[in-house]
């Protein structure tokens, strides 16, 4: 009998990852080594367990699938499938790149095919094709899905912000401020989650769980005690940068 294909789970919301961890369970073929709530602790647990598979929400806090496939150690990778619940568009691009793809809900017969795709990868050694191919075909899929301008409510008035003018984005608790380069300051009623789904990551960097900040427009990189930063953006603005982004910072901006 075949060894089974070993697989670790990550999913920020408890429901979605239960479900998919009993799905799993009904393959007899199948070993779940471990289970995440968030990428940090993905990380971790791959480098723990070394599974062939990884199943990533696309959409956790502060370290979403993506990143947390872009920072696995070369070398020792899983393949990598991703679970989200992006439009149908998105998922007929992956499944024309042959690319591992899963939308929420997972339905069984669509996690066989992907479970069978991963043993066959395994099976021939090429574990990093599928994870390249996937990064790749993600950018290409929501490339034309980003927003360029951003509706913004003032008293009587539409305001009709060019998400190039903004600087950062600072969630608190509802609500989003947006502060732009000339130091301009709008709220608006939205999930920071949501609205950083829709925004190009090639122009925006997380630096904690409430904050986008414009890389760009970032101009100092300041070393705190702790193994954090503090950056400074070209309008002067201040904001800290988590512990956990800041491993995300260091791969960004401080590498040459």
Known sequence: MPKPLR???????RPARRFLANLLKTFPDVEVVGEASNGREALELIEQTRPALALLDLQMPELGGLDTARLLKAGAAP??????AYDEFAVQAFELNAVDYLLKPVERERLAATLARARERDASNDRSHGLAAASAA?????KRSYLERIPVRKKDEVIILPVRQIASIVAEGELLHLTTVGNERYTISHRLHALEARL???RFLRLGR?????VDLIDRVIPMPGGTYEVTLKNGQTLPVSRLQARVLRETLLKL
């Not at 697989?7 to 919301?13: G, I, Q």
């Not at 393949?79 to 989200?84: E, G, K, N, R, W």
């Not at 993600?138 to 929501?142: C, E, G, I, W």
């Open 210 to 214: 409430g904050t986008l900040a414009a």
């Open 138 to 142: 993600l950018d290409a899929a929501t």
């Open 7 to 13: 697989v670790v789970l990550a999913d920020d919301e």
């Open 79 to 84: 393949m990598v499938a991703f679970v989200t």
């Open 200 to 202: 190009d990551p090639r």
